[in-house]
Nanobody
């Protein structure tokens, strides 16, 4: 079994900061990419940021310059530092891993349960 467990969500005022963390555990052979997606009420899940094992990053235009993704390959963790938060950042944030459980298995997506981020005064 593979588990991705998020932490760090909560309530923050506009302009504030939060840091999300995600740890992948279980039977893991290799993780090729990790990242964060979010889903606001009534909207589709959307990409926030991803990072490859080599450190290449990709950000949604809406968060560029405000969010920073980082990863510890040795610990199988990924963090998202969120600064200058806006009410429109309010959503459930999901950790994502594109990984392989063993050499003979398919590389596929795995998801965490999600953590709520609310930006409100």
């Amino acid at each position: 079994q593979v588990q991705l467990v998020e932490s760090g969500g909560g309530l923050v005022q506009p302009g504030g900061s939060l840091r999300l963390s995600c740890a992948a555990s279980g039977s893991i052979f290799s993780i090729y990419a990790m990242g964060w997606y979010r889903q606001a009420p009534g909207k589709q899940r959307e990409l926030v940021a991803t990072i490859t094992s080599g450190g290449s990053t990709n950000y949604a235009d809406s968060v560029k310059g405000r969010f920073t993704i980082s990863r510890d390959n040795a610990k199988n963790t990924v963090d998202l530092q969120m600064n200058s938060l806006k009410p429109e950042d309010t959503a459930v944030y999901y950790c994502y891993g594109y990984l392989q459980k063993s050499f003979a298995t398919t590389i596929r997506d795995y998801w965490g349960q999600g953590t709520q981020v609310t930006v409100s005064s």
